[in-house]
């Protein structure tokens, strides 16, 4: 499956392709969506983490460039499990618990009639997902605050490259409300897709609020969002069938609110942010302002 790349170069590193590829391929009838479903999930809270870096909007003219890192735990129920039914020639006919793609890495088995056992595939066992992106953001030009990130990665085969392009625009608030400099309020919307060739197509939209106090030296800031994420491609299954497989799915965390703090050191800028609600979210960066 040529998703399998993307994810091995978004933080399944610790696996080979083929290894990913026989996970990824374990289903190709009613049960593919949830079994790949926390992917989109996963991926969505992921690349929506860390895009804001500091609490204000300076009032003259800024450049930043940094590096973000994040972290996103698998640590809830319905990233590791779904609701799987068995096969309509199966009998009984049941829905059984079983291992998503991000699961554990243990298969279920359900007894049927007759001695016959049907067999649930095993997750990856994965405990969390790690990306790392470079970003730029460029300000203040009528209040408003403008952000990008890229990327590609040529993986020297028939995937082609991975790329990723983020653009999203911040806007102050807090010149209109407060008389307080040290207070900040500002909204931002952010667009973001990647893709590895026609394997892969992820677009995502993100719209947050933004509120937190700023001094000199530091920052810190609360946010809540709306993300809407859809995720889609095509792979081989690896059951019997071996046939081609489409799926297309969407996020299903709306919603997502974090905490952020940070420091700055001359030009030197450094932020930390958690965010939720599932999965938890750890992200940290190093940039420069000037």
């Known amino acids: 499956m040529k998703l399998v790349h993307f994810l091995i170069f978004t933080g399944f590193s610790l696996f080979s392709s ?15 969506d ?9 991926l969505t809270s992921s690349f929506n ?9 300076d009032s003259g003219f800024y450049f930043y460039f940094g590096i973000i890192g994040s972290a996103s735990l698998v640590l809830s129920e ?3 499990f779904f609701d799987a039914v068995t096969p309509e020639n199966f009998i009984p006919n ?31 066992g994965l405990k969390f997902l790690s990306l790392a992106v470079p970003q730029i953001s460029i300000g203040n ?20 490259k991975i790329n990723y392009l983020a653009i999203g625009a911040r806007h102050d608030l807090s010149q209109y409300f407060f008389k307080n400099k040290n207070t900040d309020l500002s909204i931002s919307y952010t667009y973001q897709k990647a893709s590895t060739g026609a394997y892969l197509d992820f677009h995502s939209h993100l719209a947050q609020a933004i509120m937190g106090r700023s001094g000199k030296r530091w920052n810190y800031f609360a946010f809540v969002g709306y993300q809407k994420s859809k995720i889609k491609g095509t792979y ?3 059951d019997e069938k071996e046939e081609i497989v489409h799926y297309d799915l969407d996020n299903k965390n709306n919603l997502i609110a974090g905490i952020s703090g940070g420091l700055s050191l001359g030009k030197f800028h450094m932020q930390g942010i958690a965010s939720g609600l599932s999965p938890v979210v750890i992200s940290a960066s190093l940039g420069l302002k000037f």
């Open 34 to 42: 949830g079994y790949l479903q926390p992917i989109a999930n996963v």
């Open 141 to 160: 030009l009528a209040g408003t605050e403008f952000t990008g990130r890229f990327f590609a990665y040529d993986t020297k085969d028939d995937v082609g």
């Open 78 to 80: 319905n990233l590791k």
């Open 236 to 238: 081989t299954s690896t």
């Open 49 to 57: 983490t860390g895009i804001v870096q500091y609490s204000r909007i």
């Open 94 to 124: 049941a829905i059984v618990s079983a291992p998503t793609l991000l699961g554990p890495r243990n298969s279920v088995n359900y007894q049927g009639i007759n001695g016959t056992v049907y067999t649930f595939p095993a997750g990856i």
């Open 18 to 32: 083929a290894q990913v590829n026989t996970y990824i391929g374990a289903y190709s009838g009613v049960n593919k």
